[in-house]
């Protein structure tokens, strides 16, 4: 596709659980962001991956948190044993490499744990 | 590290008032700069940028200039409709210094008729 796909776009798990979360960046991109946004917060950066250099893991905010990405291409976010406070929407973008070009957002998936 | 800081919100104004929200950042090398845009249900989108020192960078009537010696981008619009009610992000990208995309916290807007 055109644009930043996300799947899923919305998610519900039982606390305890583990949920894989997919971003298709755009072909080419590089650079591929993993953000939290938490119902009327900001965002709050995850993991950075920028071509086969060494992911930037410094957002992860818990080791129940991972991120892989394959190549240039598809990334997953794992989140083990989800915890309430885990519920918010995820946010995947990606872009060139070079820091004057825009990163592109998907829709974000929503995860809800009960 | 690099960071950026934009003003608190919420703030509300009334049809055709001036919008003001200040950005300024901290970076160890020459960042681009940047503001998103996240309307009502819908995902970020790119409002407008500069990549370097003195830029301007415009859409939709917003203005925003990149101020070196300030460490500013403040976002301006002078005349505003309730269609820019959303909340606005401060960004700032350094890949000379391997930093990935950094937001400030969002100032939500909201315009009344």
């Known amino acids: 596709g055109a644009g930043v796909s996300q799947s899923p776009s919305n998610k519900v798990t039982e606390k305890g659980k583990d949920v894989e979360l997919r971003c298709d960046p755009i072909?080419?991109?590089?650079?591929l962001y993993w953000y939290r946004q938490r119902l009327g917060q900001g965002l709050e950066f995850l993991i950075y991956?920028?071509?086969?250099?060494?992911?930037?893991k410094s957002g992860l905010p818990s080791d129940r948190f991972s991120a892989e990405r394959t190549g240039e291409s598809v990334s997953t976010l794992t989140i083990q044993r989800t915890q309430q406070e885990d519920s918010a929407v995820y946010l995947c973008a990606s872009s060139l490499q070079e820091s004057n070009t825009e990163a592109f957002f998907g829709q974000g998936t929503r995860l809800t744990v009960v | 590290g690099d960071s950026v800081t934009q003003m608190e919100g919420p703030v509300t104004l009334s049809e055709e008032a001036f919008l003001t929200i200040n950005c300024t950042y901290t970076?160890?090398?020459?960042?681009?700069l940047f503001w998103y845009v996240q309307y009502p249900g819908e995902g970020l989108q790119l409002l407008l940028k500069a990549t370097k020192a003195d830029d301007k960078g415009s859409n939709k009537g917003f203005e925003a200039t990149y101020r070196k010696e300030t460490t500013s981008f403040h976002l301006e619009k002078g005349s505003v409709q309730v269609s820019d009610s959303a909340v606005y992000f401060c960004a700032l990208s350094d890949r000379a210094g391997n930093t990935p995309l950094v937001f400030g916290k969002g100032t939500r807007l909201s315009v009344i008729a």
């Open positions: 072909s080419g991109h590089t650079a």
């Open positions: 970076a160890t090398g020459y960042p681009s």
């Open positions: 991956f920028q071509g086969n250099s060494a992911p930037d």
